[in-house]
């Protein structure tokens, strides 16, 4: 049995399109989501009782529900309550959502990572908060956040492909689509393999030329 090329070469732009669609969903949803996790971490580690309830239920619902079952719920039931709106845009939508309980928490374990007694010496100092957290707190979790962010970056780029299931032409859906019309799994699927792969390749390489930068620079 051998591999037709001719199948991938017919495919490619088509599976090209898919991951335009992938890219822009990913590259809106995940700094949308991780925007959204900040919020949920202070809130998390704030001393209101009903910021923290908010944030921490928002987290176990994010970690309780498959990713699969938060998009069908959306895509199917937010039209039920009224709330209209593309499968682009509920993509986005659930992308954000996600990714903003996790980021949630490992902002929380980056936070945690800062000595307390820093923190005391910088308001015994008189600083403010914003200047304790811009001087003090952020230059030292950047390092701490990277890796697992880019874990999370990954995992939420390579998750997108449930969005097929709302007929979303994302690159998962053109797949779908080619297998149908020529039967050839192989060439199709495992070209589309090999785009995820690369993607993901792409992205953790550049998350290691960050981590390189950002040690260069603590260590000055």
């Not at 910088?122 to 230059?139: E, N, Y």
């Amino acid at each position: 049995m051998s591999i037709d090329f001719g199948i991938v070469r017919e495919s490619a732009p088509a599976l090209w399109q898919g991951l335009k669609v992938t890219a822009q969903v990913s590259g809106a949803g995940i700094p949308l989501g991780i925007a959204l996790g900040v919020v949920a971490a202070y809130m998390a580690d704030s001393g209101h009782r009903a910021l923290r309830a908010v944030a921490l239920g928002y987290v176990e619902l994010v970690r309780n529900i498959p990713f699969l079952i938060l998009v069908y719920l959306s895509f199917f039931g937010l039209p039920k309550l009224g709330l209209l709106a593309s499968a682009f845009y509920i993509a986005i939508g659930t992308t954000a959502f996600y990714t903003g309980g996790y980021f949630c928490e490992i902002l929380r374990a980056a936070l945690r990572s800062v000595p307390a007694g820093q923190l005391r010496a910088a308001k015994a100092l008189g600083m403010s908060t914003w200047h304790v957290q811009r001087l003090i707190v952020v230059p030292q979790i950047f390092g701490f956040l990277l890796p697992p962010t880019v874990s999370l970056t990954i995992m939420m780029f390579k998750d997108s492909a449930v969005f097929s299931v709302m007929s979303l032409p994302e690159l998962t859906y053109q797949s779908n689509l080619k297998t149908a019309d020529t039967f050839a799994y192989l060439e199709v699927l495992g070209t589309t393999a090999l785009i995820y792969w690369g993607c993901s390749v792409l992205m953790e390489t550049l998350g290691h030329a960050m981590e390189a930068r950002v040690r260069r620079w603590s260590h000055r």
